[in-house]
Every structure is written in C-alpha cells, then in structure tokens.
T-cell receptor, first 112, second 111 residues
Framework: DTAVSQTPKYLVTQMGNDKSIKCEQN?????MYWYKQDSKKFLKIMFS???????INETVPNRFSPKSPDKAHLNLHINSLELGDSAVYFC???????????FGDGTRLSIL | GEDVEQSLFLSVREGDSSVINCTYT??????LYWYKQEPGAGLQLLTY?????DMKQDQRLTVLLNKKDKHLSLRIADTQTGDSAIYFC???????????FGTGTSLTVIP
C-alpha cells in the first residue's frame, strides 16, 4: 500500500542515453513534485504540478521534461544524460500547494 | 532567494535529548516542517508547525518556533539508535509556490 511509489529504484546507464522515471501516488493528492538530491544530500525542487498543470519549473536544463498524464502520475524524462545528472531523484505529493509533502523512496541514478 | 540553514552534524548519547536547529529568512506566513531521512530511504514527514504557533509536541518530539529570531528547533527526547538519520527542516510559504529545504543535519546516536 505504498503511498508514493517510484520506479525504478536504481538506474545505471551511460552518458548520452535517454531515460524515464515514473511516479505514482494513491493518496488522492492534487499536487506532485520532483526533487533532486545531490551527493551532499542537498535537496532542490525541480518541478511541481498542481492538477496536471505545471506550477514550478526551477532552473533545470530543458533535457529534463516532466509529464503528468493524470493527477496520480508525474513522470520525469531525461534526454542526453550527463555525468552531472547522477543523483537521487525524489517524487513527492501533497493534497494541495503548501500542504505537507509525502515522499517516495527515491530513484538512484548513476551515469557511467 | 530564501535561506534555510542547519548545522550539518550532531552526535548524542543514547538516552539523552537531541536538539536540531534551523534558521530561515522568510517572514511571511508559512508552514515549517521537519523530515527524517534514513539511509537509502525517502523523506518521512515527522511533524510540522504553522508560523502562528510557538510550540508543538508529539510524543518524543517537540518543535519550538521563535518567530522573532526566525529560529526553529526539533527536540527529540530519550534519543534512540533508531533516531540516527538526516533531519531536514523545510519552509513552505502558504502560497506554495516556493519550497525551501535546509541542508540537513546528520544525527548520530552513540550507544
């Protein structure tokens, strides 16, 4: 009964490849987020969607494209992967903007 | 931009109290959160407080907010080895348009 689930948990791939990370929440929340956590554990918001509409789009390379097919899903597609993309990516959701966020377990992305 | 700062490391002995501190700079109405991250896991919401409150207690956890000094603290009573983790404070203004996480405090509990 995982509330926020991400797949895959681990992703190891070569530089230049294109990959996607999927996120689903079964909490009935309206808002979903993607965060990047670097090797020093610093967390930075990347995107936020509210009712399938993009609300926050921080300074993120346009190689990163979020897609929200419905309120329960927010997927992250990354083109032309670079070494600096290696990090843990967290998906989160909240009932609405500004409300407590519930996090997935993260996707550990390693670029070779 | 907003600054949310925390000390990076804290060590305590099992059974003692831990106090993790956080300072922030936004003065508008806001929610302030504490999250716990265990190794290899996601962030678990521990507790939160609205900026018009001074204190919130939940079992072993006590959150204190000094709005004048923009200082937030999390006190863990009777700290256990299972409390070893990274603790993040986060400030999210009511508008919800910005999200600011602290740098995280790595708590080590010594048996």
């Amino acid at each position: 009964d995982t509330a926020v689930s991400q797949t895959p948990k681990y992703l190891v791939t070569q530089m230049g490849n294109d990959k996607s990370i999927k996120c689903e929440q079964n909490l009935g929340h309206d808002t979903m987020y993607w965060y990047k956590q670097d090797s020093k554990k610093f967390l930075k918001i990347m995107f936020s969607y509210n009712n399938k509409e993009l609300i926050i789009n921080e300074t993120v390379p346009n190689r990163f494209s979020p897609k929200s097919p419905d309120k329960a899903h927010l997927n992250l597609h990354i083109n032309s992967l670079e070494l600096g993309d290696s990090a843990v990516y967290f998906c989160a959701s909240s009932s609405n903007l500004g409300q407590p966020q519930h996090f997935g377990d993260g996707t550990r992305l390693s670029i070779l | 931009g907003e600054d949310v700062e925390q000390s990076l490391f804290l060590s305590v002995r099992e059974g003692d109290s831990s106090v993790i501190n956080c300072t922030y700079t936004d003065s508008s109405s806001t929610y302030l959160y504490w999250y716990k991250q265990e190794p290899g896991a996601g962030l678990q919401l521990l507790t939160y407080i609205f900026s018009n409150m001074d204190m919130k207690q939940d079992q072993r956890l006590t959150v204190l907010l000094n709005k004048k000094d923009k200082h937030l603290s999390l006190r863990i009573a009777d700290t256990q080895t299972g409390d070893s983790a990274i603790y993040f404070c986060a400030e999210i203004p009511l508008s919800g348009n910005q999200f600011y996480f602290g740098t995280g405090t790595s708590l080590t509990v010594i048996p």
